[in-house]
């Protein structure tokens, strides 16, 4: 991507809502048990999953918000609504979309990209998922990709198997606020030696002012398998504070390969809350591939344990805060087996003021022999106003351990700047440049079109930082 | 009328303290000028202040380029104006692949090109006519294809950067080209090298300002202007004769002239 070819982009795209969007349930504001019982009992949920939403609000009644991390007191869970619904059933194709939808998704280019791209596209409005479809070959090889609620419905069985395995509601404040009251997200199973060539993908979207987001994303590889899913998330903007907090939950069985995207730009008055967690069996490999852009406030540290010899990890985060953005972002990796090994490359951006930190935990238990981890974070500042801050936790508890850790924080230098713009790049080009040329770490692991997405992303951030 | 880069009596300073005081020359298209001198002497300072580096300051006189003054001007203004330099350390640019680096450059410098046909399509044409410009250029001055997908000068050689350098030129074919010690660093046979790119893409459509400490490069490529700066002024100005002349003597006696007639 050049920096020219970012520039004829219409970004303004983004910045819509729907006035019309007509909801078939849509409680006041704040959060009580009724509520929670309302959520199961309109999606109709089976006993197990109503009792489960509210042993987690009980708990997310009574659970401390985290002592560490970003500035959550301008926080208010009572201003919140915890659940809408646009319409009751889920469409099959995309001629059964409400025309309003239909619309919000043709200015975010959906189907075009289906078209063209995507094994599968779920795409959610609010709560519920309007939109599924699976390539009818990938059905047949015994693939399950539906939204979430769907797949309680129809695949009880393997649902209740893994659900909240990974992610107990018990685990934080936002975890619990989730398992109390999630609504949609992904639902995948691969079946053992399935390779899904193409990537998965869903696209997720609040409207709603104050509207939080609570989607559950439930992802299970068996052995042997091979799955990419891809998740896309724009916001649009709004004067008050939104809520996205998602769970992920993966679990890689013995052999399977799992890569997990997102590329999230919310708006700014967004906090995104987001728990992410992954089981890496036997042999097994776990990749996140995390960038993070816009929010008010991101909290979010995708994390791998590591449970069977042999196991991979991978994780790949890049963060972007401009003005009164803070991006508190990183991974965990837990090593609780031997000859495990795993990898977290940490890329951040601050401007005008805005701020990234980078928070790791690297833990290898007792008795996992042999690990290797590798662990580098680095950092860009692009003026004197912003600031950026490492805080990696290390618990290694074998002597054998190969573990390695570095830390840079970088500004743009005048000789960069003057070099690049002898060449005919303005200033703003020429850092826009650099800036991609410092994410290409990231954006290389992308497929073609969410490189494409980022680069303009970071072109348009970057827009307005001269003078 | 082929283009001129004119200097009147340009004085210089970096952070209060004057370096260029008084230098007066005029390049145009076609020509081929050495300005040679010792350390110390002005000509690094006078190349990046032409290209319009920040940190140099113009305290008077001038710099036109066809009779426009471009002082003030950004570089890449001045860019687009027909300027080029090729840097004496040329920055590397991470995650910034040549190629890509040049398709910018080249747009910005040339103007954009409208893309042949509508969406994609159009889009891949003139990528692809890009590409094969590309192509050409890093044969001419032989460099591996496989550079263009290398990030820009990061892990390149010395040698290599300055080879880079010339490629960049020959994308972006300017009016007037400014080389700051494009050969030093090098060791004989890679200053060859360079010299021999760099006399083939001097022609009529291009005049060239070379800026060296030795008489080495010279042997390559023939200026028919040679001038000496010394202490921030040109002192000499003359032909071939007189870079033999410094060659043989070095710049001693040169630099003891000068000092007698301050």
């Known amino acids: 991507m050049s920096a020219k070819q970012v520039l004829d982009i ?111 596209v779920g795409a959610q409005y609010e709560s519920e998922v309007v939109y599924h479809s699976l390539r009818e070959d990938l059905a047949k090889k015994g693939i399950i990709f539906k939204d979430t609620d769907t797949a309680l419905r129809e695949n009880p069985d393997i649902f209740k198997k893994y659900f909240s395995t990974v992610v107990p509601p018990e685990d934080n404040k936002f975890a619990a606020l989730n398992s109390a009251v999630w609504s949609g997200g992904s639902f995948i199973y691969v079946p053992p030696g399935i390779n899904v ?55 890689a069985r013995p052999g399977a390969h799992v890569r997990y995207t997102t590329i999230q730009n919310w708006s700014n008055d967004v906090y995104n809350l987001v728990t ?48 009164a953005q803070h991006q508190d972002a990183g991974g965990k990796v837990v090593h609780l087996a031997p000859n495990t090994t795993s990898r977290i490359t940490s890329k951040s951006v601050s401007k005008d003021g805005g701020r990234t930190t980078y928070r790791g935990l690297l833990h290898v238990a007792k008795g996992a022999k042999g690990v290797k981890s590798t662990v580098r ?91 | 009328m082929p283009s001129t880069l004119e200097i009147k009596d340009l004085r210089v300073s970096i952070e209060g303290k004057e370096i260029l005081k008084g230098v007066n020359l005029k390049v145009s298209q076609g020509e081929i000028h050495a300005v040679m001198g010792p350390n110390g002497s002005g000509k690094s300072t006078l190349a990046n202040t032409l290209m319009g580096h920040p940190k140099y300051k113009v305290d008077s006189g001038d710099i036109l380029i066809d009779g426009e003054s471009i002082v003030g001007a950004t570089p890449d203004v001045r860019a687009k104006k027909g300027l080029f330099l090729a840097f004496q350390y040329p920055l590397e640019i991470s995650g910034v692949p040549l190629a890509q680096f040049l398709r910018s450059a080249y747009r910005s410098v040339k103007g954009e090109e409208k893309p042949q046909g509508k969406g994609v399509g159009g889009e891949m044409i003139t990528a692809l006519a890009f590409k094969k410009k590309l192509d ?25 950067k300055k080879r880079a350098e010339i490629l960049q030129m020959a994308i972006l074919q300017p009016k007037i080209a400014i080389m700051d010690e494009t ?31 030795y008489q080495r490069i010279l042997e390559y490529i023939k200026p028919q202007f040679v001038h000496v700066m010394v202490s921030g002024r040109i002192f000499r100005s003359g032909g071939p004769e007189l870079a033999r002349l410094l060659e043989e003597k070095g710049y001693t006696w040169i630099e003891q002239e000068a000092a007698a007639t301050v």
Not at chain 1, 225 to 234: A, F, K, L
Not at chain 1, 294 to 318: D, F, R, W
Not at chain 1, 428 to 453: D, H, N, R, W
Request: proline residues 4%; hydrophobic residues 35%; glycine residues 8%.
């Open chain 1, 10 to 120: 219409d970004y303004t795209k983004y910045n819509f809502r729907d006035s019309d969007a007509s909801y078939e349930y849509k409680f006041p504001k704040g959060l009580n048990r009724e509520i929670v019982e309302r959520i199961s009992q309109i999606k109709k949920e089976p006993d197990w999953m109503r009792q489960f939403r509210l042993r987690s609000y009980d708990h997310f009644m009574k659970r401390h918000l985290p002592m560490w991390g970003g500035d959550l007191t301008t926080l208010n869970f009572d201003e919140m609504l915890y659940y809408a619904s646009p319409t009751e059933k889920k469409s099959r194709s995309w001629e059964e979309v409400p025309a309003y939808i239909k619309q919000t998704f043709d200015k975010l280019g959906i189907p075009e990209a289906e078209q063209k791209f995507l094994g599968g």
């Open chain 1, 197 to 251: 060539e193409v990537p998965l993908q869903a696209y997720f979207r609040i409207n709603t002012q104050n509207m939080g987001q609570f989607e559950r994303t439930l992802i299970i590889a068996d052995e042997n398998s091979r799955v990419h899913y891809i998740e896309g998330c724009t916001a649009p903007i709004y004067s008050t504070d939104s809520l996205h907090s998602a769970v992920v939950e993966i679990i």
């Open chain 1, 276 to 323: 992410k967690r992954a089981y890496a069996h036997k042999n097994a490999t776990v990749e996140w591939v995390d960038g993070n852009l816009g929010s008010k406030l991101t909290m979010k540290y995708p994390s791998i344990y590591l449970l069977g010899e042999g196991a991979k990890g991978e994780i790949l985060s890049v963060a972007f805060a401009g003005k």
């Open chain 1, 377 to 467: 974070c680095d950092a860009l500042l692009l003026d004197e106003y912003s600031r950026t801050d490492t805080y990696p936790y290390n618990e290694i508890n074998e002597d054998d351990a190969t573990t390695t850790h570095e830390a840079t924080v970088g500004k743009i230098g005048e000789d960069q700047l003057f070099y690049l713009m002898s060449r005919g790049l303005s200033e703003q080009e020429a850092l826009s440049m650099i800036v991609m040329g410092f994410m290409e770490p990231f954006t290389k692991e992308l497929p073609m079109e969410y490189a494409i997405e980022l680069n303009r992303l970071i072109q348009l951030e970057m827009a307005g930082s001269v003078g």
């Open chain 2, 136 to 160: 050409e250029k890093l044969k001419e001055v032989d460099m591996d294809p496989a550079f263009a997908k290398r990030y820009l000068n990061e892990g390149f050689s010395g040698g290599e």
């Open chain 2, 183 to 213: 050969d030093s660093g090098l060791d004989i046979d890679a200053v060859r090298k360079v010299a021999e790119v760099l006399s083939n893409m001097a022609g009529p459509e291009m005049g060239v300002l070379l800026i060296t400490h």
